[in-house]
């Protein structure tokens, strides 16, 4: 059963940090792009970062320069280090797999159960 599981959100202050991890497990995800996407309440899921097998990346441009995305591949595992957080970054946070980096959320077959970010002011 193939399985990716986000962790390490929580509730952090406005200028704070977080990082989320996505382990995955049920199979290696060689050559497959993983991203980030986020749903806040009230609010359709939007992409955030995604990154290639190779470490090639792409962000949304509400968080470049404070949002990281990296893997670790012999870990199977995706990361997002997110700094300088604003209110408007509380959402629920998804990792997802797709064969092509891609900011479209259709052509991610795989997800994770997502994990909750809150920012206060």
């Known amino acids: 059963q193939v399985q990716l599981v986000e962790s390490g959100g929580g509730l952090v202050q406005a200028g704070g940090s977080l990082r989320l991890s996505c382990a995955a497990s049920?199979?290696?995800?060689?050559?497959?792009?993983k991203a980030w996407f986020r749903q806040a309440p009230g609010k359709e899921r939007e992409f955030v970062a995604a990154?290639?097998?190779?470490?090639?990346?792409n962000y949304a441009d509400s968080v470049k320069g404070r949002f990281t995305i990296s893997r670790d591949n012999g870990q199977n595992t995706v990361y997002l280090q997110m700094g300088s957080l604003k209110p408007n970054d509380t959402a629920v946070y998804y990792c997802?797999?797709?064969?092509?980096?891609?900011?479209?959320?259709?052509?991610?077959?795989?997800w994770g159960q997502g994990t909750q970010v809150t920012v206060s002011s």
């Open positions: 997802a797999a797709a064969r092509v980096i891609t900011s479209q959320q259709q052509e991610y077959a795989y």
């Open positions: 049920g199979r290696t995800f060689s050559n497959y792009a």
């Open positions: 990154i290639t097998w190779g470490h090639s990346t």
